[in-house]
């Protein structure tokens, strides 16, 4: 018997639901999998050091990492409706960011992208100093003052009203209304070098488990709420219900248009790298 795949994707309710079947040998013929929990922060780290065989990372990160990587077409999280946002202390406009300090969860994210991509066009003479803080402590940095606004992520979208923060603005809602496109978040990497067709396994085994996971949603509850980090039931299901969806089971051809149009206007900003021709192909 082989060894179990490692594996390392976040304790958020969207990953946990995805991959609940497939973690508890339910999917038939899958992998065994070696499961590490870790934000995604710390796994686009992980994958550019080329460590583990399985990864949930910020799509912004693949142009580091697709020499040792394949992106997988399933499993990962895109959608509309579901993108980062700004948040401040007092309501106001994009121009009120001018020159002002922004707590943001990486560097090297998706949502950083598109918050950079959106500053670029809306915030006249760009924003101040970007400084890294760890997710959950983004929404008390800003309600204390410590900086004038704060790019969140996941659940933050129904929870900040709790801060007394307010939505400066939607980065999802600004990239859907330029590119048409839906919101490129997280990217389910594996490494090349397992072979095309274990690669095709690994994607089919990510299918079939978000597609056991809709068919019985109760089945998963007890895992995605053990990891949910003391979060309401009923924020999980808000979170599930916003990041977990077709692109979730496949990227199709919108999915990948969304990937290469976000990698391709962030080369161009000078953000990341530029990608190959074929960099995106799975096998």
């Not at 639901?17 to 686009?44: E, K, Q």
């Not at 960011?97 to 560097?107: C, F, N, R």
């Not at 809709?214 to 219900?241: C, F, N, T």
Request: negative net charge.
């Amino acid at each position: 018997m082989s060894e179990p795949l490692k594996i390392a994707y976040s304790p958020c309710p969207n990953d946990t639901f995805v991959f609940d079947a497939w973690a508890h040998g339910r999917v038939p013929g899958a992998p065994a999998l070696d499961v590490t929990f870790a934000d995604i922060d710390v796994t686009n780290g992980m994958a550019e050091r080329g460590e583990f065989d399985v990864l949930k990372v910020s799509y912004a990160v693949l142009p580091w990492v697709l020499d040792e990587y394949a992106l997988l077409p399933a499993g990962g999280a895109l959608g509309r409706g579901c993108g980062p946002l700004v948040l401040t202390r007092e309501a106001g406009s994009p121009a009120s960011l001018a020159g002002k300090t922004v707590a943001v969860p990486s560097e090297r994210s998706t949502a950083y992208l598109l918050f950079r991509l959106w500053a670029a066009a809306e915030v006249p003479g760009g924003v101040g100093e970007v400084v890294v803080l760890p997710f959950h402590e983004i929404m008390p940095a800003v309600r204390d003052g410590k900086v004038d606004a704060g790019l969140v992520i996941h659940e933050a979208r129904f929870t900040y009203g709790n801060y007394g923060l307010h939505c400066l603005a939607d980065m999802g809602e600004h990239w859907e209304n330029t590119t048409g496109l839906p919101i490129p978040l997280g990217a389910i990497i594996a490494k090349r070098s397992l072979g095309a067709e274990r690669l095709r396994e690994l994607a089919e085994a990510a299918r079939t488990s978000v597609r056991m996971a809709w068919d019985d949603p109760e089945a998963s509850r007890p895992y995605v709420l053990e990891h949910a980090q003391e979060m309401d039931p009923k924020v999980a299901d808000q979170h599930i219900g916003l990041y977990v969806n077709e692109f979730t089971a496949g990227l199709g051809e919108n999915g990948y248009a969304a990937v290469r149009g976000l990698l391709t206007r962030a080369a161009a900003e000078g953000l990341v790298p530029p990608l190959g021709p074929d960099a995106l192909a799975f096998v």
